[in-house]
């Protein structure tokens, strides 16, 4: 038995045992992993920097302070979201109690991608916890040395046979692939998206793919320019590009493509100043694979910005594109880098058809002082989130779903989003051994004066308030007992 079959089969055991169940295990397993964000965050901070030369408050601010706070909502949150969920009924349930019950799903597979270590993998495993589910979890081997330090951390924190951690590259996932999962959860890219749903459905497993794509942010010449592209560059170089999220492109008309760019420039100097190579705050390529990628983008295109490079430090300016072209080789996929396209347009008509033609993208984003803008661009365009005048916040708002649509993913998470992906919302109904007179209309012999009770019964709340509906509901529902038992007999 290889490890990784050994490591689901010690999981699947554990979940046997039903100790991931009750709320307070949950719980304390959710503190443990809060714990170790506190007690460990030199040595986190410390993988980070190797891997991405992410400086220790800025792996604070996007990685581990939000899942700090994810812990402490849903610890907050837990009892309520766990609790069976009333259910409305109908006349023919009137006296039964019905409702949905929350059940863990069993065991999850939560792989995890490089971009955003911890954020990206121990948000869906809070989620996979609180509903109480095992998980087997596999961070990027792309992050060498913050997947070393998660292999050996969770153990010390969290159960290592519920919550086991099985490192490795491409051979190792395939492996785990090849196993039985109730639930598949996976961020990365569409390409590998689709090799996980494939594997997933020899086993009808159901999956949660946090995908990307090429995000759009059309910048409108109606806003304040100056702010737009102050936003539009702290989402673009966050992380060194390297974010789903983050802006791909920038759509605009041509008489403000010259100001676009002079605000963007002026922006880059202010955040990683006049040498960013230098600058802490500014990350690095994640190896030299994808720097070789990233810079084969430009060549086809204009550099308005930037542009320099160190393959050997992984290292690529902030870079502006401009007058690029829908067919230039950086409009053919997800740049995931600091490369930052500038296309123009006639309008907001024309950016729509743009964006419209092209697969659904994770986020969309709008600049813009017109209100009306906005809501033609949410009510014309599809996306997994749409955020106006800023980037990237939405996922900081736990009460939002995060996920894709089309090409960009499927499923969602976050907050209370999490516990609902990864649990199965049971319905269930419990009935009484009485009042067999109303069910008489349903056992054969089938006749048209049972049909008819049959309609009355499911079309007649039709139209009523919510207490008119009820008391409507209580009074009908003697009637016809008693009308049933006289007729129907």
């Not at 590259?169 to 494939?198: C, P, W």
């Not at 673009?236 to 041509?254: H, R, S, V």
């Not at 599809?382 to 990237?392: H, I, T």
Request: aromatic letters at 8%; a positive charge.
């Amino acid at each position: 038995m290889s490890r990784e079959q050994q490591a689901v089969a010690r999981a699947r055991k554990a979940f046997e045992t039903g100790r991931s169940r009750p709320l307070e295990h949950r719980i304390r397993q959710l503190r443990n992993l809060q714990r170790l964000f506190t007690e460990r965050q030199k040595e986190i901070a410390d993988a980070t920097k190797k891997d991405l030369n992410r400086s220790d408050v800025g792996t604070q601010l996007y990685e581990t302070l939000g899942l700090e706070g994810e812990i402490e909502l849903t610890v907050s949150k837990l009892r309520e979201w766990a609790a069976p969920r009333p259910a409305e009924k109908n006349l023919l349930t009137l006296s039964d109690t019905v409702y949905i019950k929350p059940e863990p799903l069993g065991v999850v597979l939560i792989i995890g991608a490089w971009n955003y270590p911890w954020a990206v993998t121990i948000q869906p495993l809070i989620g996979a916890i609180a509903a109480g589910n095992a998980a087997v979890i596999k961070p990027s081997e792309v992050c060498v040395h913050t997947a070393k330090v998660m292999e050996d951390l969770l153990p010390l924190y969290i159960d290592k046979e519920l919550y086991p951690v099985v490192s490795g590259g491409v051979a190792e996932t395939q492996e785990l692939l090849r196993q039985r999962f109730d639930h598949i959860f996976y961020t990365g890219n569409s390409a590998v998206g689709k090799i996980i749903m494939e594997a997933a459905a020899k086993n009808l497993t159901p999956v949660t793919l946090e995908l990307g794509g090429k995000s759009p942010c059309y910048i409108d010449k109606s806003c304040d320019i100056s702010i737009a592209c102050r936003r539009a560059t702290w989402g673009k170089y966050t992380n060194c590009g390297q974010t789903c999220i983050a802006p791909d492109y920038i759509l605009c008309e041509p008489s403000i493509q010259d100001r676009v760019i002079a605000e963007i420039k002026k922006s880059i100097k202010d955040f990683y100043t006049e040498n960013p190579k230098t600058c802490p705050d500014y990350g690095r390529i994640i190896n030299q694979r994808h720097h070789r990628r990233i810079m084969a983008m430009l060549e086809d295109s204009t550099v308005a910005a930037g542009g320099d490079s160190d393959e050997s430090d992984c290292y690529i300016a902030p870079t502006v594109l401009r007058d690029v072209k829908p067919g230039a080789k950086v409009m053919q996929e997800e740049i995931f880098g600091p490369v930052l396209p500038i296309l123009t347009v006639s309008g907001l008509d024309e950016a729509i058809q743009f964006i419209n033609r092209r697969e659904k993208p994770l986020a969309l984003y709008v600049f813009t002082s017109d209100n009306k803008v906005v809501q033609r661009m949410r009510d014309e365009t599809s996306s997994g989130g749409l955020v106006a005048n800023d980037c990237l916040v939405h996922y900081s708002v736990s009460s939002l779903p995060f996920g894709g649509v089309g090409n960009s993913g499927m499923g969602c998470y976050h907050g209370k989003f999490s516990f609902d992906q990864l649990s199965h919302l049971r319905g269930c109904l419990i009935k009484q051994l009485k009042m067999e007179g109303v069910n008489s209309m349903r056992y054969p012999p089938h006749t048209p004066k049972k049909l008819g009770w049959a309609r009355f019964f499911i079309l007649s709340t039709g139209g009523l308030g919510r207490m008119g509906r009820l008391l409507g509901l209580a009074i009908v529902a003697v009637v016809a007992a008693i009308v049933l038992q006289r007729s129907l007999f």
